[in-house]
Nanobody
Framework: QVQLVESGGGLVQAGGSLRLSCAAS????????VGWFRQAPGKEREFVAG????????EYTNSVKGRFTISRDGASNTVYLQMNSLKPEDTAVYYC?????????????????WGQGTQVTVVS
């Protein structure tokens, strides 16, 4: 059973940067697509970014394009989300998720494994 643990969240001023990490244990997700989602208070969970099983394809929601970068390190079983030029509207709990497939999916129900989430708070 794959377990995912996120880290790297915190409090940052607008315009600042954070790097989130998602480490897999209890198995490998080499070859599995991974997504980052976020959920702000009172809002539905939304897709932020995804990376294919091979790492060659990435997708982003429009609001983070050009600011966020998703990447993966197969050797360490870790997926990263580099977040630059952060805005207050990026404030949310961020979750990483893994799915049993190589293609990126924006729909949360397509993902099998979920981390516990890490809080990102951006203040102006």
């Amino acid at each position: 059973q794959v377990q995912l643990v996120e880290s790297g969240g915190g409090l940052v001023q607008a315009g600042g940067s954070l790097r989130l990490s998602c480490a897999a244990s209890g198995g490998t997700w080499r070859g599995a697509a991974v997504g980052w989602f976020r959920q702000a208070p009172g809002k539905e969970r939304e897709f932020v970014a995804g990376i294919s099983g091979g790492g060659g394809v990435t997708e982003y929601t429009n609001s983070v394009k050009g600011r966020f970068t998703i990447s993966r390190d197969g050797a360490s079983n870790t997926v990263y989300l580099q977040m630059n030029s952060l805005k207050p509207e990026d404030t949310a709990v961020y979750y990483c998720a893994g799915r049993q497939g190589t293609l990126v999916e924006a729909r949360a129900q397509k993902y099998t494994y979920w981390g516990q989430g890490t809080q990102v708070t951006v203040v102006s």
